[in-house]
């Protein structure tokens, strides 16, 4: 099983007000949404969602993470070389089947 982690929010300093383009994702990813991502990538990948830290030096462990473009430039370069970063108009917009494709596609995994 592939550990997907998605950073849907950032914060400074372990809890600190959330920054960037990801504090409007908070309301955008409600658990519904969450759930139907992870059923749509099925068995093979655990998909978790974080708020994450930008003033941790810590990677977190996983085989990919994954956050938007536009919150990109909070991120360090360990963070992002281990990434893919998904346009924050298709989260927005709710396009979860070109997000899904994207991370399916990273995994080579078969398309639905």
Partial sequence: M???LWIYSLNVA???GPIGYAVN???ILTK?????LQGELGPAISLQFISYDITSKAVP???LIIFNDRD???LSEAVKKNGLAISYRDLLIGNEEKIIQMIKAFFELPKN
């Fill in 72 to 74: 990109a430039i909070y």
């Fill in 14 to 16: 372990d809890g600190g």
């Fill in 61 to 63: 462990a996983a085989d």
């Fill in 25 to 27: 994702t908070v309301g």
């Fill in 32 to 36: 519904e949404r969450q759930a139907k």
């Fill in 2 to 4: 592939k550990k997907v």
